[in-house]
């Protein structure tokens, strides 16, 4: 099946320090999303991706959507304590089931005051 | 109501127990999703559900995981017989609809089967 490869698995890194993240897959995606989860809540949506090549921010956090369609990245500029958490890529493939979505394994990030 | 509750937040079971994860969805919602979260991992899909009917059920790792979903609204994930791997987070989410709308998750049920 559909796989997503996320790196890096974690990340230690000092307060305002940029961050880079990013997903491949050997299989097409129609779209990218990026969540972030906090210990103990579900997943929440940071950025969601629609078309190949697309760049879209949210605040200090950068995705895009790969020309390929089979690569994202997510960049956080100037990190701050509070982006503490572990960041998943997640897609929705061509294809299967209906709106389910595929998930890495996630980048846990710790950020040191 | 508000976002997506799940109930209970914790569940502690011995093995061979049956169990039932309950997830209430946004209202209005029309869109259910199940997924499964083992320690380190990703989210993996169990089922969803569009209105009350479940045109997928690929995920579910055995029969021993039912799932049911009634009045449009509220979700049952049910395991019976439960094993020790069956430990893990489990999460739903609910979108507007289905294919590529927005998923919103709920905080998850922590299974532990001792």
């Known amino acids: 099946g559909q796989q997503l490869n996320q790196s890096p698995q974690s990340m230690f890194i000092q307060e305002g320090e940029d961050v880079s993240m990013n997903c491949t897959s050997s299989?097409?995606?129609?779209?990218w999303l990026w969540y972030k989860q906090e210990p103990g809540e579900g997943p929440v949506l940071l950025i969601a991706l629609y078309k190949a090549g697309e760049l879209t921010s949210n605040g200090r956090l950068t995705a895009q959507f790969g020309i390929t369609r089979k690569d994202s990245f997510l960049n956080i500029s100037a990190s701050i304590p509070s982006d503490v958490g572990i960041y998943f890529c997640a897609g929705h493939g061509r294809g299967g089931s209906q709106g389910n979505l595929i998930f890495g394994k996630g980048t846990k990030l710790s950020v040191k005051p | 109501g508000a976002g997506v509750s799940q109930s209970p937040s914790n569940k502690v079971t011995e093995k061979g127990k049956d169990v039932e994860l309950r997830c209430d969805p946004i209202s209005g919602h029309t869109a259910l999703y199940w997924y499964r979260q083992s320690l380190g991992q990703g989210l993996e899909f169990l089922i969803y559900?569009?209105?009350?009917?479940?045109?997928?059920k690929s995920g579910l790792p055995s029969d021993r995981f039912s799932a049911e979903r009634t009045g449009g609204s509220v979700s049952t994930l049910t395991i019976q017989r439960t094993q020790q791997e069956d430990s893990a987070v489990y999460l739903c989410?609910?979108?507007?609809?289905?294919?590529?709308?927005?998923?919103?998750f709920g905080p998850g049920t922590r299974l532990t089967v001792l």
């Open positions: 559900f569009q209105g009350n009917s479940a045109p997928d």
């Open positions: 299989s097409i995606f129609n779209t």
């Open positions: 989410a609910s979108s507007l609809g289905a294919g590529e709308d927005t998923q919103y």
